[in-house]
Structures are given as C-alpha cells and as structure tokens.
Nanobody, 122 residues
C-alpha cells in the first residue's frame, strides 16, 4: 500500500513552467509503476507520463519534448517538470501508482493522490 500527495499546481501564463511533486509514503515508489494523469473539465482522464522502477519513461504525444517525469528514490518522490505550458495543459493533475508494467489505462493504477490544479492562461 502507498499513499500519494501531490503539490506544485498553480496558475501560470502560456510558455511558463511548473514542477509538480508526488510524495509517496508507506512503500517505495520504485516498487510501482508511477504515472501522472490529468483531467480537464468535461473531459476524460488521460495519461501524461509514466516511469517504471528501472527508470524507463513514456510520454503522451501531446507533452513529448515539453514534460519530463523523474523519480528521487531517496526522497520517495516523483516529479513532473512541465515546460512551454499551453492553455490546453489546464487540468487537474493526479499522481498514480500501480503494479508494473506501466500502462496508459487508469484502471491499472490502484493508488491515487488527491490531485493538484494547473491552470495555464493565454
């Protein structure tokens, strides 16, 4: 079992950057596939980035080259560095943990944080 707490969401202008953090407790995050999902108002939840215990990462096409997922095992924390933000990135961002292998299906992730809001204005 693992508990997840996100932070770092904010309101920024287009072109700006944010770093989201997901602090894990109860179990090592490296034992799970860790992922960031987002859900915009009126839209379905979508996967943004995943990171496996071996450090391998995957990104949604919409964020490739702009977002970077990383993991600090000493702090048991997963990060999402978001650069060149666009209004279309506006959403609630959720951290999730699930059994490997990593997938894009939200149903594969058993543990979820409460979410952190990112708002990007033009």
């Amino acid at each position: 079992q693992v508990q997840l707490v996100e932070s770092g969401g904010d309101s920024v202008q287009a072109g700006g950057s944010l770093r989201l953090s997901c602090a894990a407790s109860g179990s090592p995050a490296r034992d799970f596939c860790m992922a960031w999902f987002r859900q915009a108002e009126g839209k379905e939840r979508e996967g943004v980035a995943t990171i496996a215990g071996d450090g391998s990462t995957h990104y949604a096409d919409s964020v490739k080259g702009r977002f970077t997922i990383s993991q600090d095992n000493a702090k048991n924390t997963v990060y999402l560095q978001m650069n060149s933000l666009k209004p279309g990135d506006t959403a609630m961002y959720y951290c999730a943990a699930g059994s490997p292998p990593c997938t894009w299906s939200s149903s594969s992730y058993r543990y979820w944080g409460q979410g952190t809001q990112v708002t990007v204005s033009s």
